[in-house]
């Protein structure tokens, strides 16, 4: 998943209709003096990040003057909030809020669901779900047939339900059904406005927005302009960037890595981690540090992936500096054709264990063609001068021995290592 900053999901708003508050994206103070002196008005200045809970964090400010706001935003840009460098700000028109709403749609993954869902609340700026569990009257929700086209009137009806006003039924039922539009054009799995403001002057605008898109989606709408389509809670790093580049245009299959830590030291009992079979990896990932290794990356290639996608997440992982070994955790009988790993395995080991004397690595992979597999494994990894162990089906259900295993490789590994140092 992927979630879009502020300005980008307003954007999106604006393309169906909804009102925003007049404003644009400053990259330095200067330009968000700039844009304050052309809105005339106080102005709210916002970091755009992706994280949520800007305005505690520092993340959201406001200025009465041109001069208050290039201060403001000489002090923001370049800061951290949320983990987050502060790259870009959100320069708008500060509104006069008369009252507060919320509405948003969200895909309910609920086995009883598994629908996207309207929700609608006359309270505003709050989490919702803390809304719906203390104010359950103020909250409307419809579950939306993707096959049916959801109808404004159907959404009036709603907003009436809750007692809002007949002159503000219709402001509001236009920018919820708006929202609903958002959601579906641009394949969301969440599309929140909160809040939407009625301001002193009449109109109704969305204040702040969240939206996330699906990542499988993302090809389909380059206008968005997202160079990494998933949702880690913070900047990817440069191998991540790397790594979704094998994603971007080949969904054969699954190429996933994402880094656990980018600063591993030297005595650091850290290894590459490299997974297969989505909850399996996660039980093998699980042994290995319950048996005190650190994983440095997370990665699994499911679903069939070529040998060149796999080739390429071995060669990132191994990118990594100062790891202690790399384990093959695939405590799975996968059904896709091993022997792809297998190829792409032997190709990358033999170019990155030729310099590596004694460094550790355990395979464990088993499903379909798993004796050839094994064949091509054992045959063409024999004669380096790494320590190489390769496990089978036999022991599938028996990970806690592979991560002790690959706990014995790194000691020994790690004990070498010192000895030629001194």
């Given at each position: 998943?992927v979630?879009?900053?502020?300005?980008?999901?307003?954007?999106?708003l604006?393309s169906?209709?909804?009102?925003?508050?007049?404003?644009?994206?400053?990259?330095?103070?200067?330009?968000?003096?700039?844009?304050?002196?052309?809105?005339?008005?106080?102005?709210?200045?916002?970091?755009?990040?992706?994280?949520?809970?800007?305005?505690?964090?520092?993340?959201?400010?406001?200025?009465?003057?041109?001069?208050?706001?290039?201060?403001?935003?000489?002090?923001?840009?370049?800061?951290?909030?949320?983990?987050?460098?502060?790259?870009?700000?959100?320069?708008?028109?500060?509104?006069?809020?008369?009252?507060?709403?919320?509405?948003?749609?969200?895909?309910?993954?609920?086995?009883?669901?598994?629908?996207?869902v309207?929700?609608?609340?006359?309270?505003?700026?709050?989490?919702?779900?803390?809304?719906?569990?203390?104010?359950?009257?103020?909250?409307?929700?419809?579950?939306?047939?993707?096959?049916?086209?959801?109808?404004?009137?159907?959404?009036?009806?709603?907003?009436?339900?809750?007692g809002v006003?007949?002159?503000?039924?219709k402001?509001?039922?236009?920018?919820?059904?708006?929202?609903?539009?958002v959601?579906?054009?641009?394949?969301?799995?969440?599309?929140?406005?909160?809040?939407?403001?009625?301001?002193?002057?009449?109109?109704?605008?969305?204040?702040?927005?969240?939206?996330?898109?699906?990542?499988?989606?993302?090809?389909?709408?380059?206008?968005?302009?997202i160079?990494?389509?998933?949702?880690?809670?913070?900047?990817?790093?440069?191998?991540?960037?790397?790594?979704?580049?094998?994603?971007?245009?080949?969904?054969?299959?699954?190429?996933?890595?994402?880094?656990?830590t980018?600063?591993?030291?030297?005595?650091d009992?850290?290894?590459?981690?490299?997974?297969?079979?989505?909850?399996?990896?996660?039980?093998?990932?699980?042994?290995?540090?319950?048996?005190?290794?650190?994983?440095?990356?997370?990665?699994?290639?499911?679903?069939?992936?070529?040998?060149?996608?796999?080739?390429?997440?071995?060669?990132?992982?191994f990118?990594?500096?100062?790891?202690?070994?790399?384990?093959l955790?695939?405590?799975?009988?996968?059904?896709?054709?091993?022997?792809?790993?297998?190829?792409?395995?032997?190709?990358?080991l033999?170019?990155?264990?030729?310099?590596?004397?004694?460094?550790?690595?355990?395979?464990?992979?088993?499903?379909?063609?798993?004796e050839?597999?094994?064949?091509?494994?054992?045959?063409?990894?024999?004669?380096?001068?790494?320590?190489?162990?390769?496990?089978?089906?036999?022991?599938?259900?028996?990970?806690?021995?592979?991560?002790?295993?690959?706990?014995?490789?790194?000691?020994?590994?790690?004990?070498?290592?010192?000895?030629?140092?001194?």
């Open positions: 998943m979630r879009l900053v502020e300005h980008q999901g307003k954007s999106l604006k169906v209709g909804i009102l925003v508050p007049e404003g644009e994206v400053a990259f330095t103070s200067e330009q968000a003096k700039d844009i304050a002196a052309k809105i005339k008005k106080p102005v709210a200045i916002k970091a755009q990040i992706t994280a949520t809970g800007r305005f505690k964090a520092g993340g959201i400010a406001f200025a009465n003057s041109p001069e208050e706001t290039e201060k403001v935003a000489s002090k923001m840009l370049g800061s951290m909030v949320k983990g987050f460098v502060v790259e870009k700000l959100l320069v708008e028109k500060r509104l006069n809020v008369e009252k507060e709403f919320y509405a948003g749609v969200i895909v309910n993954d609920s086995y009883k669901v598994k629908a996207p309207l929700m609608f609340s006359t309270r505003g700026g709050a989490d919702i779900e803390r809304i719906a569990l203390e104010h359950p009257a103020e909250v409307g929700t419809i579950t939306v047939d993707v096959l049916v086209e959801l109808g404004i009137d159907e959404i009036e009806k709603m907003i009436r339900g809750l006003q007949p002159d503000l039924t402001q509001l039922g236009e920018v919820v059904f708006g929202v609903c539009e959601f579906k054009k641009y394949d969301a799995r969440s599309v929140e406005v909160n809040p939407i403001v009625l301001a002193s002057d009449g109109a109704v605008y969305a204040a702040d927005c969240h939206i996330v898109v699906d990542e499988a989606s993302v090809s389909k709408h380059p206008e968005l302009g160079d990494f389509p998933r949702e880690i809670g913070r900047p990817p790093t440069e191998l991540e960037k790397i790594a979704w580049q094998i994603e971007a245009n080949d969904y054969r299959g699954i190429a996933y890595f994402i880094q656990m980018t600063e591993i030291k030297q005595e009992n850290c290894v590459g981690f490299h997974g297969i079979g989505g909850g399996g990896a996660m039980i093998g990932a699980d042994a290995l540090m319950r048996h005190g290794l650190k994983i440095a990356n997370y990665a699994d290639t499911s679903g069939n992936p070529t040998a060149s996608k796999v080739y390429r997440i071995v060669k990132i992982i990118s990594q500096s100062n790891i202690a070994g790399y384990v955790m695939g405590p799975v009988i996968a059904n896709q054709e091993q022997w792809h790993h297998a190829h792409a395995i032997v190709r990358a033999r170019e990155e264990l030729k310099n590596r004397p004694n460094f550790p690595v355990i395979l464990l992979i088993a499903g379909n063609k798993e050839e597999t094994l064949e091509i494994l054992k045959q063409n990894l024999s004669d380096l001068p790494a320590q190489v162990e390769i496990y089978g089906r036999e022991y599938v259900y028996n990970v806690d021995y592979v991560a002790q295993r690959m706990k014995d490789l790194v000691d020994e590994y790690k004990a070498s290592e010192l000895k030629m140092r001194r």
